[in-house]
């Protein structure tokens, strides 16, 4: 199947690129054919944020959104910035950050929903939307007049494949599906992206990409407890002074409470689980008074891009480019992403839209890289360059003071920093040390209210694949978990994984250990294929609509 444009990833970037091209076509009276491809059986069936949603792309693609319907009806209307302490808190006074920071201006929302909705728009202009269609590989066109490996498309949709990799009663080979042009916008780690950046050499002048692990539920509470318009962010407790991260607590919607924690993955503990950490954190009494009487609703866990603005790779190679957080737009200290990715699917979708129209095809989209060098998303992550730099080097109290400081002196002196451009150094899954430097972490069992286990999480994420599928999780070196990460990291796989996918399992004796992946109960973080120290698990695609479905999430 051909089209003018093929996108991959029907989260915001990709849905915001489709309408673009549209409305570009609509707006010239010209034809351009476009195909957003999504994995969820569902749009937004994948998509996981807080969210606290900058309209300022949403202004420019839809000037009349709020007319048309888009589910940001929250608007931010208290905000705070909270220290934790074991037992007690510091909160820290707006005016003490820099107007970055603060939401005033922004809405909470599901981002999923939001999806939902711009998806139907993009259908509505004529954008033919696949859900359930996993781009499982990339189609090269290495012929000698394309100069060897132009993306020529994706291959989507193979169905019916038994674990054992032979066809059953149900197979359906997949369809490749060509494009002048393909936009890679799976969102973060995604596994197209790896490829098409180690062939292409786009990292080659970036610094290595950092992440966080985000864990969410989504909380419905008693009217009494409910603020409609609270946006909360913490720092501290329980994570100790040199392993980042926080939280947020959003009100919003029909008496719901959205609650999530972020750990940055360049922790060093190899004993450290961010999800009990998670689970731990809401039992402190300035987080526990937000749920209290509450249900909770459902759960997820998703990667996020941190690496911010000296870690976006090239954004160009022959054939197509990558979009939103494929190439890692999000602005840490403001933990908002959407609005650029957002704005860059639509940057890109202009590149390409005169690039079709003056009749080119397959080449390089540069307009796309140096559209971005002059957009407000730039600005805004230059601003920000330092801030994950300073705490990663400095730690949480240190560090977060410098930042702020920072970010203050960017905002009076145009972006520049007396610190320059900072570099990251280590990749995340290089920053993990080995076992002996550490001793386990002993988390306090949940008790059912409050806190919950993996299992009884994955539950309510409504996580499902195909039983008989392969693993979509993969071993380059199955022996290395035992014989390497277990005895070097304590097997660290068991920990970060918030799913409960991996375990090391003992005979009756207590003896000869063995690697049990779960692949059922995978939520799609990609956590494994970043933090793993061994750089042994490769996340792929499976089946497509497999996965977790996650309803006002």
């Excluded at 209210?449 to 039983?467: C, G, I, Q, R, Y």
Aim: proline fraction near 7%; aromatic fraction near 10%; glycine fraction near 12%.
């Amino acid at each position: 199947m051909a089209y003018d444009v093929v996108i991959v990833g029907g989260g915001p970037a990709g849905l915001s690129a489709a309408i673009r091209l549209k409305q570009r076509a609509e707006k010239d009276g010209k034809e351009i054919t476009v195909a957003v491809l999504e994995k969820s059986a569902e749009l937004g069936g994948h998509i996981l944020s807080g969210a606290v949603i900058d309209p300022k792309a949403l202004n420019e693609l839809f000037p009349d959104w709020k007319e048309r319907g888009a589910p940001l009806e929250t608007p931010v209307t208290k905000d705070r910035f909270v220290v934790l302490g074991p037992v007690g808190k510091v909160s820290l006074p707006m005016f003490a950050l820099p107007p970055m920071m603060h939401n005033h201006g922004c809405y909470i929302a599901s981002l999923g929903n939001v999806a939902r909705w711009l998806g139907e728009q993009a259908e509505a202009l004529g954008v033919e939307v696949y859900p359930g269609m996993a781009a499982s590989h990339v189609v090269w066109d290495e012929t000698p007049e394309s100069g060897g490996g132009r993306v020529k498309g994706v291959v989507a949709g193979v169905f019916g494949i038994d674990r054992d990799g032979k066809p059953t009663g149900d197979f359906q080979p997949g369809i490749e599906l060509h494009g002048k042009y393909v936009f890679i916008a799976e969102g973060v780690r995604g596994s197209l992206a790896k490829t098409i950046m180690a062939r292409h050499n786009l990292c080659e002048d970036a610094q290595p990409q950092k992440y966080g692990i985000g864990l969410k539920e989504l909380w419905q509470v008693p009217a009494d407890r409910h603020q409609p318009g609270l946006a909360q962010h913490t720092t501290g407790w329980p994570l100790d002074e040199f392993t980042g991260g926080g939280s947020f607590i959003y009100h919003f919607g029909d008496r719901y409470v959205a609650i999530g924690y972020v750990v940055h993955l360049n922790y060093k503990n190899p004993f450290l689980s961010p999800f009990d950490e998670f689970q731990r954190f809401k039992h402190h009494p300035a987080i526990s008074e937000h749920l209290e009487g509450g249900t909770r609703i459902s759960y997820g866990a998703r990667a996020i891009t941190e690496g911010g603005f000296q870690s976006v790779p090239k954004l160009s190679f022959p054939g197509g480019v990558l979009i939103g957080c494929s190439a890692g737009f999000v602005n840490v200290p403001r933990i908002k992403g959407s609005h650029n990715a957002m704005k860059t699917g639509m940057l890109a979708a202009d590149a390409a839209f005169d690039a079709v129209m003056a009749g080119r095809s397959g080449d390089e989209l540069v307009e796309y890289q140096t559209a971005f060098e002059k957009s407000w998303v730039y600005k805004e992550l230059r601003g920000v360059r330092n801030a994950k730099p300073l705490l990663s080097k400095f730690g949480t109290t240190l560090g977060g003071a410098l930042g702020l400081f920072d970010m203050w002196f960017g905002t009076l002196f145009g972006g520049f920093s007396l610190f320059g451009t900072m570099k990251h150094g280590k990749t995340d899954a290089a920053s993990t040390e080995t076992a002996d430097k550490h001793k386990p972490i002993a988390y306090p069992k949940p008790d059912g209210k409050l806190s919950f286990d993996k299992l009884s999480s994955v539950f309510v994420s409504n996580t499902n694949h195909a039983e008989e599928q392969p693993g979509h999780l993969k071993l380059l070196d199955p022996s290395i978990p035992i014989l390497v990460n277990l005895p070097k990291y304590g097997e660290p796989a068991r920990l970060y994984c918030p799913a409960n996918v991996y375990e090391v399992l003992y005979d009756e004796s207590g003896a000869n250990p063995r690697f049990q992946i779960n692949a059922q109960n995978c939520v799609h973080c990609k956590t494994c294929d970043i933090k793993d120290p061994s750089q042994n698990i490769v996340w792929t695609t499976p089946e497509g609509g497999g996965g977790p479905n996650y309803p006002n999430m």
